[in-house]
Nanobody
Framework: EVQLQASGGGLVQAGRSLRLSCAAS????????IGWFRHVPGKEREGLAC???????VYSNSVRGRFTISIDNTKNTVALQMESLKPEDTATYYC???????????????????WGQGTQVTVSS
């Protein structure tokens, strides 16, 4: 059974940092790239970052330079370090596994075969 467990969300003040973690089981990073996404009710789901097992990463324009995605192949985890958070970063954050290339995963936020449950990030001004 494939499971993606996202954690690390919370309430923070603007300008602070948070680190999200996605623990994967039942899938191989050889087959799937792992992406981070976010969703705000009433808006389209947004692809933020994606990484492959070699550590090759892709970011959306909205988070490039503030967010860093990393992978630990030994622990089957993917982290998203979020710096300089803004109120507009408030959303439910999800990790997902996709066989597509990371550029497509971030650009379309689609072709995700397996989703983790969301973790809420709230940034206060």
């Amino acid at each position: 059974e494939v499971q993606l467990q996202a954690s690390g969300g919370g309430l923070v003040q603007a300008g602070r940092s948070l680190r999200l973690s996605c623990a994967a089981s039942g899938i191989s990073f050889d087959t799937y790239n792992i992406g981070w996404f976010r969703h705000v009710p009433g808006k389209e789901r947004e692809g933020l970052a994606c990484i492959n097992r070699e550590g090759g990463d892709v970011y959306s324009n909205s988070v490039r330079g503030r967010f860093t995605i990393s992978i630990d192949n030994t622990k089957n985890t993917v982290a998203l370090q979020m710096e300089s958070l803004k109120p507009e970063d408030t959303a439910t954050y999800y990790c997902g596994a996709s066989p597509s290339i990371c550029e497509a995963v971030v650009a379309t936020a689609r072709a995700v075969f397996h989703w983790g449950q969301g973790t809420q990030v709230t940034v206060s001004s």
